[in-house]
């Protein structure tokens, strides 16, 4: 991958060369080096995601090579976002004010949790959430076509948005699993509801039996009216890449360099002497052998653990060269130019600004540097639970379409839901499996 100052350069016109001059080629812009077959855009069928249409294969393969961003994701967001699962409640308020929770389960939401597999399928949205900030649930209608039956979550990597009608609304839904250039008989469309009305929408369309429809879930945040972004893409193509290299840069010097700890210098003298001033006289094999019981006797010296702390004596003394004398065996170390350290500070910065993208207080996976608090029990419980509160807004957006489907199917207009909250104020005496949780309204 290259990295160009700016997102419309490429090679190409990093060195002002035009689509002219590869013929039958459009020359594509952006960060990655990728050369298109020229053709008639306007004929596209679908609504791209990202320059090229592979925007989100893009981010899961630059956040699969880092192990952190990995884990943050995974093991940290989701289960935070998803708490200790979904809770149906009703509020009520006293005379006085004063509000009061109740936990709701009745028949008909335990048989659609249980039919549906919400628990599971509300994970599988959490996670599309967090890696794409977008999900697509499906709406699926009973045999009556007058209530939502089933509901099936399609990842976001496998969905692109039918192109915008004139009165802005999307009519449907493209998926395949051959993005980001399918053939059109390699897609398949569920039809979308409208936007800012889904539910008027649906109550008032001709249904049938098995009918299904997309509930459109995104916020179309920053002026995006198809697909939203999580501030950490933008990460995608600049401290992401620094963050994965690190560790590449640092494999190549382990693998390609010399590992050379000693120089050892031996004048010819010391073999002439060695060989009873025979040494002219030997073969090269006969030469060959006496230097290699020399370097074999130096290794066994001053290589392992058991040689640490021997005293090395080697009897020498001056040899005439030339007009110059100089001393014998002569044993100089090399120093590594290369420290252990170099990089670990883009490496740690790269992962810092990757945390704080994602919402993270550093502090919570002990990756701060400064005060004693840095990482410490009180600090990160803290930072725990103050990211729960930060989530309300993913979490209303990630239960929208339960919403929806209470509505829908005539369920207590008075149930709510929401997840509940782990405390991380229990001692493990207290809680010890950590299923106790908080809610929190």
């Known amino acids: 991958m290259a990295v160009f ?42 609504t791209s995601w990202g320059e090229y249409n592979d925007w989100p294969e893009l981010i899961r393969t630059e956040t699969a090579k880092n192990g952190f961003a990995l884990s943050l994701l995974e093991d940290y967001l989701l289960p935070l976002h998803y708490g200790t699962g979904i809770i149906p409640y009703i509020e009520t308020q006293t005379p006085e004010g004063k509000r009061s929770i109740k936990i709701y389960w009745d028949d008909e939401i335990k048989s659609f949790f249980k039919t549906c597999n919400v628990h599971r399928l509300q994970k599988q949205i959490i996670a599309d959430y967090e890696w794409m900030r977008n999900y697509f649930p499906e709406l699926i209608l009973d045999r009556t076509g007058k209530k939502i039956a089933y509901v ?19 009519p449907n839904l493209l998926i395949s699993h051959n993005w980001p250039s399918p053939k059109e008989e ?64 640092k494999k190549a010097i382990i693998t ?17 002497r060695k060989s009873n001033n025979k040494w002219e006289s030997l ?11 020399f370097i074999a006797m130096v290794e066994n010296f001053l290589a392992g653990k058991a040689n640490a702390g021997k005293t090395l004596i080697t009897p020498t003394d001056l040899y005439n060269k030339g007009s110059k004398e100089t001393w014998g065996i002569k044993i100089t170390p090399i120093e590594d130019k290369i420290k252990d350290a170099a990089f670990l500070g883009d490496n740690y910065q790269a992962n810092v600004e990757i945390l704080q993208a994602m919402g993270f207080d550093p502090s919570t996976t002990g990756r701060s540097k400064g ?23 993913r979490r209303e957006t990630t ?15 008075d149930i709510k839901f929401m997840y509940g909250d782990v405390d991380v104020n229990i001692t493990l005496d207290e809680n010890p499996t950590s299923k106790q949780s908080v809610i929190r309204t």
């Open 186 to 249: 390699q897609w398949a469309k569920i039809p979308t509801l409208d936007y800012d009305l889904p539910l008027l929408d649906l109550q008032n369309r001709k249904k049938s039996s098995g009918d299904s429809f997309i509930l459109p879930t995104q916020l179309r945040l920053r002026g995006k009216k198809f697909y939203d972004e999580a501030p950490w893409h933008a990460l995608v193509t600049t401290w992401l890449p620094i963050a994965n290299a690190v560790p590449e840069i």
């Open 283 to 293: 073969t090269d094999e006969a030469r060959t052998k006496h230097m290699e019981e």
């Open 371 to 393: 005060g004693s608090e840095d990482g410490s029990g009180s600090g990160k419980k803290q930072s725990f639970t103050i990211h729960q509160e930060r989530l309300r807004v």
């Open 152 to 170: 099936k979550n399609h990842s976001p990597w496998d969905c692109r948005w039918d192109l915008m009608n004139p009165d802005a609304t999307i």
């Open 399 to 413: 239960l929208y379409w339960l919403d929806f489907v209470r509505d829908f199917n005539g369920w207590n207009p």
């Open 5 to 46: 100052p700016q997102r419309s350069q490429n090679l190409f016109t990093f060195y002002g060369l035009t689509a002219s001059d590869v013929p039958g080629y459009a020359v594509a812009a952006g960060s990655k080096i990728k050369i298109l077959p020229a053709g008639d855009l306007s004929s596209q069928q679908y």
């Open 256 to 272: 390609n360099k010399l590992t050379l700890p000693y120089h050892i210098e031996v004048p010819v003298e010391y073999f002439r």
